[in-house]
């Protein structure tokens, strides 16, 4: 008699197959395992993709999720509630969703009405900010929260302050096969006779089989009729980022260590039967994993669980499940210890068996039945729980309540701009114009919006491209001998000055301090690093308020990555010292500023004593920048209520009538970060709405009434005159509107996904 469930219908949430990934075979079988032990029960799944056009999903896929996308996940939440689902399951893992450290799928979850049980594949120790802040609120918004080791449940009581009532425990699921002899299915691979070694998995570094390699002559010396089978293809994102270096280093370390006669490499995904029958096939199992911050290995769980005599590295979940006789535990990237732990059970038959029988006693509590029944009593008391604590609004919102609509990001004219060399600094309308060639300001900005959208999953080969053009034009515009940047490029590519301004060097060194804090750009992020340290000492010399706060903007970015840099600190120190000076210098009862005149990208100096007085820990410089951005806000918004930037046509000097044009689409977007700063530096939303108010500049909220913003080309006209609008499509421009969009799109998903903001 089948089990009843008083859960009618269930949504699993996560990467599903055919999406080759382990979390997608763990959805698949998990809704597979749900659906055979309670027929009665629906079993739909909302997969999220990684591809644009998505996989060729099985009928019990009904709503697909796109991984980059802040509104898809909104539009699934809006489905789950209205196909009255009565439990969603979530597979978490902080790569499978977008947003910084997968914080998208928060805003699907915040919106839900029925109980969430989030099945939790990673439990990180020492999470970093952003980790830690998703972790937080995705406890917060599960009903219940399931781990597949004990390591895991005592990390989250411990790391997390979760309570212990809020948390099962259920193994990860396996297979229900009989116990066998390996030796029934040698015959099948060809390798009757030998001594089958195996270890199967997505391959990358991180698996360490360079070190199981390393193991084998000594194993083979012994026992030459060794085999060693590494099962599995590469990885799909190592594979697009690095194609087969990692799996080409395997191979020829193989023959270098003279045993490729040895070792067979099956590059495929190979489905559950097949997979099934290699891991009978093996006499060991490897997992010579590199480090212990794993809590669950659902390749572990499946070759423990049928049987196998298992040699692994003491990583979490493997020093769970290997002991009390269970399996063999070796010291990390050590081939030696390997080879010894191998030639012992290989020695001693009687007891590999007892590895194996006790591993697969154990296993008859993690088959996929067994963990199916475990999902549907934690999926009964997350309802109660629900019930307890009581249903979510109902999730119509007003449209004052709705995040703002957005342009979509067009990257035509970026790239229209944009050639071999670096970006144009103007153009005729929207054609780029050659005769004025190119400036490392530009390119700089260039880089910033390529390494913003790469944040936000923007990121195409061509953009990739593109930034690499922009670092190399500020590498190309490096004067090593004088320590600072050109700045104006004729088309003939000819430098048509010996040092570019202040400014300039401010720019480039917020573009290699930004490139220099985003993670995992390789050699590309090595260049930006040598660059920055060589250009920053001459920073120390600036007078230019700008060119201090994108400098001290720049630092605060490199810093992120190299907070120990003592030289550094002691600019950054120096440069605030110096632009609080200004103010002191400048600033009267009813002037509030910097200098004796408010002209051009005014927004950043308020911005750089926000940011590195929160950064600095200095309540002194935090209020100073906020007050001056007060000032500037109001001289800067019209008898309407609408932005109106101090005109390029004679500024605005201290007792003297202010420019009201030629007003600059840079002023907008500098105002935009400034107050999205002061928002993370208070969580007061009034920012937030002043940084609304700055882009619908763009948009027509202005003072004639027209949109900068071309939506057909994706550029953004020069400025706004007294009676007309600039024509003309520049870099300058057509920059300070994208990367307004990027740091709109980034707010916006950091309000839809969190209650509090990012500094707090």
Same mark, same amino acid.
């Given at each position: 008699m089948q089990p009843a469930s008083v859960i009618r219908k269930v949504a699993f949430l996560g990467d599903y197959l055919p999406r080759k990934c382990g979390i997608?075979?763990?959805?698949?079988?998990? @809704? $597979?395992?749900?659906?055979?032990?309670?027929?009665?029960?629906?079993?739909?799944?909302?997969?999220?993709?990684?591809?644009?056009?998505?996989?060729?999903?099985?009928?019990?896929? @009904?709503?697909?999720?796109?991984?980059?996308?802040?509104?898809?996940?909104?539009?699934?939440?809006?489905?789950?509630?209205?196909?009255?689902?009565? #439990?969603?399951? #979530?597979?978490?893992?902080?790569?499978?969703?977008?947003?910084?450290?997968?914080?998208?799928?928060?805003?699907?979850?915040?919106?839900?009405?029925?109980?969430? #049980?989030?099945?939790?594949?990673?439990?990180?120790?020492?999470?970093?900010?952003?980790q830690r802040r998703v972790m937080r609120e995705l406890i917060r918004h599960?009903?219940?929260?399931?781990?597949?080791?004990?390591?895991?449940?005592?990390?989250?009581?411990?790391?997390?302050?979760?309570?212990?009532?809020?948390?099962?425990?259920?193994?990860?699921?396996?297979?229900?096969?009989?116990?066998?002899?390996?030796?029934?299915?040698?015959?099948?691979?060809?390798?009757?006779?030998?001594?089958?070694?195996?270890?199967?998995?997505?391959?990358?570094?991180?698996?360490?089989?360079?070190?199981?390699?390393?193991?084998?002559?000594?194993i083979i010396r012994e026992f030459p009729n060794t085999v060693y089978i590494v099962l599995g293809q590469t990885h799909p994102n190592l594979l697009r980022d690095e194609g087969e270096a990692y799996r080409l280093s395997l191979e020829r370390l193989a023959k270098d260590l003279g045993v490729q006669k040895h070792v067979v490499f099956f590059n495929r995904f190979v489905e559950l039967e097949e997979l099934m029958r290699f891991i009978g096939a093996a006499d060991i199992y490897l997992t010579p994993y590199l480090t212990e911050a794993q809590t669950t290995s659902g390749t572990l769980a499946y070759a423990f669980g049928a049987g196998n005599a298992v040699v692994s590295t003491p990583y979490w979940h493997a020093a769970e499940l290997l002991t009390a006789e269970r399996g063999k535990l070796v010291p990390f990237q050590d081939g030696k210890a390997i080879a010894a732990a191998v030639v012992e059970l290989l020695r001693d038959e009687p007891l590999r068996h007892l590895m194996r029988k006790n591993a697969y006693k154990l296993g008859r509590d993690m088959v996929w039945s067994r963990v199916a029944q475990s999902y549907a009593k934690s999926f009964e008391q997350a309802r109660q729980d629900h019930s307890f604590v009581g249903r979510k609004s109902s999730p119509i919102k007003t449209l004052d309540e709705q995040p703002g609509q957005l342009p979509e990001l067009k990257l035509d004219h970026l790239f229209r701009m944009s050639d071999s060399t670096g970006i144009f600094q103007h153009a005729s309308f929207t054609v780029p114009n050659f005769a004025e060639g190119y400036c490392t300001d530009d390119n700089a900005r260039a880089l910033v919006l390529a390494l913003m959208l790469k944040k936000l999953g923007h990121g195409s080969p061509q953009l990739g491209a593109r930034a690499a053009t922009y670092a190399a034009f500020l590498n190309h515009a490096f004067d090593r001998q004088r320590g600072r940047f050109r700045n104006f490029m004729s088309f003939d590519r000819h430098w048509l000055e010996e040092v570019g301004s202040e400014d300039c060097q401010g720019h480039a060194l917020w573009a290699l301090g930004l490139c220099v804090s985003q993670a995992g750009q390789g050699s590309f992020q090595m260049l930006a690093a040598e660059l920055f340290e060589h250009a920053l000492p001459v920073a120390a010399e600036f007078m230019s308020p700008r060119a201090l706060a994108?400098?001290?903007?720049?630092?605060?970015?490199?810093?992120?990555?190299?907070?120990?840099?003592?030289?550094?600190?002691?600019? @950054?120190?120096?440069?605030?010292?110096?632009?609080?000076?200004?103010?002191?210098?400048?600033?009267?009862?009813?002037?509030?500023?910097?200098?004796?005149?408010?002209?051009?990208?005014?927004?950043?100096?308020?911005?750089?004593?926000?940011?590195?007085?929160? $950064?600095?820990?200095?309540?002194?410089? %935090?209020?100073?920048?906020?007050?001056?951005?007060?000032?500037?806000?109001?001289?800067?918004?019209?008898?309407?209520?609408?932005?109106?930037?101090?005109?390029?046509?004679?500024?605005?000097?201290?007792?003297?009538?202010?420019?009201?044009?030629?007003?600059?689409?840079?002023?907008?977007?500098?105002?935009?970060?400034? $107050?999205?700063?002061?928002?993370?530096?208070?969580?007061?939303?009034?920012?937030?709405?002043?940084?609304?108010?700055?882009?619908?500049?763009?948009?027509?909220?202005?003072? %004639?009434?027209?949109?900068?913003?071309?939506?057909?080309?994706?550029?953004?006209?020069?400025?706004?005159?007294?009676?007309?609008?600039?024509?003309?499509?520049?870099?300058?421009?057509?920059?300070?509107? %994208?990367?307004?969009?990027?740091?709109?799109?980034?707010?916006?998903?950091?309000?839809?996904?969190?209650?509090?903001? #990012?500094?707090?």
């Open positions: 997608a075979t763990f959805t698949t079988d998990l @809704r $597979c395992a749900m659906s055979a032990e309670f027929p009665a029960m629906q079993c739909l799944v909302v997969p999220v993709n990684d591809l644009a056009g998505g996989y060729n999903y099985p009928a019990e896929v @009904r709503f697909e999720i796109a991984e980059q996308e802040l509104p898809s996940y909104l539009r699934a939440a809006d489905f789950l509630n209205i196909t009255d689902v009565d #439990v969603v399951c #979530v597979q978490h893992e902080f790569g499978i969703f977008g947003g910084p450290a997968g914080s998208h799928v928060l805003a699907l979850l915040r919106e839900l009405q029925m109980p969430i #049980v989030t099945t939790l594949h990673t439990v990180l120790c020492e999470p970093n900010l952003e599960s009903t219940r929260l399931v781990v597949m080791s004990e390591r895991g449940r005592e990390f989250l009581r411990n790391v997390y302050q979760t309570p212990a009532a809020k948390i099962d425990f259920i193994p990860h699921g396996i297979p229900d096969m009989p116990f066998a002899d390996p030796n029934f299915f040698k015959d099948e691979f060809g390798v009757a006779g030998k001594q089958v070694l195996l270890t199967f998995g997505l391959l990358s570094p991180n698996k360490g089989i360079e070190f199981a390699l390393r193991a084998l002559p000594e994108f400098t001290l903007i720049g630092i605060d970015e490199y810093l992120r990555r190299f907070s120990g840099d003592r030289r550094a600190n002691q600019i @950054r120190e120096s440069l605030t010292a110096k632009l609080m000076q200004r103010y002191a210098d400048a600033a009267t009862g009813d002037w509030q500023w910097f200098e004796e005149v408010v002209s051009y990208a005014n927004a950043k100096l308020p911005h750089a004593m926000i940011l590195n007085g929160r $950064c600095m820990n200095n309540g002194t410089m %935090l209020e100073l920048g906020l007050k001056t951005l007060r000032w500037l806000i109001k001289i800067q918004t019209s008898e309407a209520g609408a932005f109106r930037p101090i005109g390029s046509n004679g500024f605005y000097p201290r007792d003297k009538p202010r420019a009201v044009f030629d007003q600059q689409p840079i002023e907008a977007q500098v105002t935009i970060s400034a $107050c999205i700063e002061a928002y993370q530096a208070t969580g007061d939303l009034c920012w937030v709405a002043e940084a609304r108010r700055a882009f619908e500049w763009f948009l027509g909220r202005n003072d %004639l009434g027209l949109a900068l913003y071309d939506s057909a080309t994706g550029g953004c006209r020069d400025g706004l005159h007294v009676d007309r609008l600039s024509q003309n499509q520049g870099a300058e421009s057509t920059l300070a509107f %994208l990367l307004s969009l990027a740091e709109m799109q980034a707010l916006q998903n950091s309000l839809t996904s969190f209650k509090e903001p #990012v500094g707090k």
